[in-house]
């Protein structure tokens, strides 16, 4: 499955792993992917003791980081920054809505820290003034070298600058339209995701999406997201004219994955039915497993979810809770994941995972062939 | 794209086209593919004509018929039929709701008749009881070699009666656990359809749902549906282990339907996003273009969308209306459509988008057959 842009970039196979644990980045670009870490959740601090940990493991191949910046959201066009845009953000969230998500988690029996500082109000970093010292940080570190913004078009200057320093811009899109503001905006490679898909995502499925956006876009490489969990499914991008497959809900399931048991349980057991796209964590539609969070909030009568980054600092509290009490938040833990997730059944090696997939591609590819073969017969 | 079930059914292309059109069933078959004419709309007496008709047409070549039951729907544990089961379906309609349909066309400039059983209140084929003497007819023709159900598993007796007749079932499904069902039932085709998919359709999208389909029921033949607009769409279908692909959307721009040039300008028009998956006409969720009907039905406040058949007797003087009234039409018209659409933007003639989609496969294919080259090299 290697396709031009894997020259580009150095890498044997066109399977881009987005993940948040930096063990995963490290397996996937050992074995021939590459890996792109998320960096919201991480201050630039930390984000420096991931990026330098990475560097420490991954041997001489290349990885990438993923920032945030949607082309919308709360606050934008205010002159803030640091504590002054967080404590405007923090006087918009209503007292009602932050106590209507207190009560679904008490109601779960889900402890919830007295302190509203502690866990909520918290701000993501999903804005612009968060994301550029992140990009920042990521320009330190020379096998860092691509750069990929999971919502909207970056501003011209850090799409500039990260040039500057040689690194690509990727960015993900969910329609043509999009796809053309990432190409005019000179993004290097667009991630064209399917409604399918885990995390924030449109409405347009993969099989329509990806040959429109290959289509409109020409010659920039596009990479097919949504719905790629086996080497089938990247077989079907790369015949579509993707140049690889941009991966998330697999990382999850893998061993270097830092997701608690119970969440790969949760993972394990569920249908492709059983995702919803959600407003009730971050603000923006975002693809999860639906459980007794999600349902509230789209219960009629329940307050609505806040825009992004306000949700966010409603809901940080049940992000926070799903890793420190999995068992008590079963019902209500924040499990980001697409419809793929039915196909997963069991928790493997990353490695394995990039064998499986090249494996099944070839099956793929060459069931194909012989069909040509006979017809040609 | 020939494949194994293009040799049962005597077919060159494994491309399936519904349609309500005779003139598309023709062109369709005769151009390699196979067409499946949607008896749902038309009285056994209408259905026999249009058959007498196609047989006059096609030559030697076969075609299917297509029809709705589905598994669950209102009035079907009752034990009555004809005009006994019409008139207690009619009387479970409220007159609100009728009040509200016709408030709808009416605010548009669309004529409405005064007398409802003009136009509403009409019982149309999606029941056991008006689906069963369609079948009878179907069988009455000898090309038609496969029955198609396009919901739910057909009845036990149903499905033995058209094997007894020598002639193939097939069934659409949106999931794995119902293609397991319908497998079970010994349904010979199963047509897997994401949510992509025009007219009723599930929510799981095709990129997804194929793999899962054919796995579960291997080694049943699946036709891959959802998304199906072009040959590079074709060829992901087939590289996922489909055995042919089930189409709809484009033969509504193609020369020999019967559509109206204000639906197929706004098809034309729409992009892959203006599409809605709606109960607003039929009952159950059916993929077609976002209008204000589809918008009123879904505003809170106004009255829900009744069950499947109901919501027909009150939607069917708006699908009469389109026809009738193409212009005073144009934002409360019934367009049912998929994804798709967004690919489409002028009509053609059958033969020639079945002569496009074989080529666009062939491309597709030669573009993986020439990475496993560059890569073996």
């Known amino acids: 499955m290697h396709t031009p842009l894997c020259d580009d970039l150095g890498i044997e196979f066109p399977i881009f792993a987005f993940t948040h644990c930096r063990d995963v980045v490290v397996a996937v670009s050992k074995a021939g992917g590459f890996g792109v870490l998320g960096a919201v ?5 930390e984000l420096e003791i991931e990026l330098e940990w990475i560097d420490k493991h991954i041997g001489d191949h290349p990885y990438g980081v993923d920032i945030v910046i949607p082309n919308k959201y709360e606050g934008m066009d205010s002159n803030l920054s640091g504590d002054d845009l967080k404590k405007m953000l923090q006087s918009m969230v209503p007292q009602e809505t932050l106590n209507f998500a207190r009560g679904i988690l008490t109601d779960h029996g889900v402890p919830v820290p007295e302190d509203p500082n502690e866990n909520a109000l918290q701000l993501l970093g999903w804005t612009e003034a968060t994301a550029t010292p992140q990009v920042e940080v990521a320009l330190q570190h020379p096998k860092v070298t691509l750069i990929a913004n999971a919502l909207g078009t970056p501003p011209p200057d850090m799409i500039e600058h990260i040039h500057a ?4 811009v990727a960015a993900l899109c969910g329609s043509p339209y999009q796809a053309r503001k990432h190409a005019d905006a000179g993004i290097d490679i667009i991630i064209a995701q399917g409604g399918e898909g ?3 995502c449109g409405e347009v499925g993969s099989i329509v999406l990806w040959p ?14 949504g719905g790629i ?14 140049q690889g497959a941009w991966s998330g809900s697999q990382w999850l399931m893998v ?11 949760a993972y394990a057991n569920a249908s492709s039915r059983d995702t919803v796209r959600s407003r009730s964590f971050t603000g923006k539609p975002c ?15 329940n307050p609505e979810p806040l825009g992004m980054p306000l949700q966010y600092m409603v809901s940080g509290m049940a992000v926070a809770a799903t890793h420190k009490y999995p068992d008590e938040t079963v019902d209500v833990a924040f499990n980001p994941v697409g419809q793929v997730v039915g196909q997963f059944t069991k928790v493997e090696k990353t490695a394995a ?9 070839l099956e793929a590819t060459g069931t194909l062939e012989q069909l040509n073969a006979a017809a040609g017969a």
């Open 41 to 45: 959740g991480f201050t630039p601090e």
């Open 165 to 168: 320093a040689g690194r690509k």
């Open 198 to 200: 885990g995390g924030h």
């Open 212 to 225: 429109q956006v290959v289509k409109e876009v020409a010659p920039i490489p596009v990479l097919a997201a």
């Open 229 to 242: 969990g086996s080497g089938l499914q990247i077989a079907a991008a790369l015949a579509m004219g993707a």
């Open 255 to 265: 061993e270097e994955a830092e997701n608690t048991a119970v969440q790969q349980a």
């Open 287 to 301: 693809r999860m497993l639906r459980n007794d969070w999600t349902e509230a909030w789209e219960k009629e009568g």
């Open 353 to 361: 995972v990039i064998e499986r997939w090249v494996q099944e591609y």
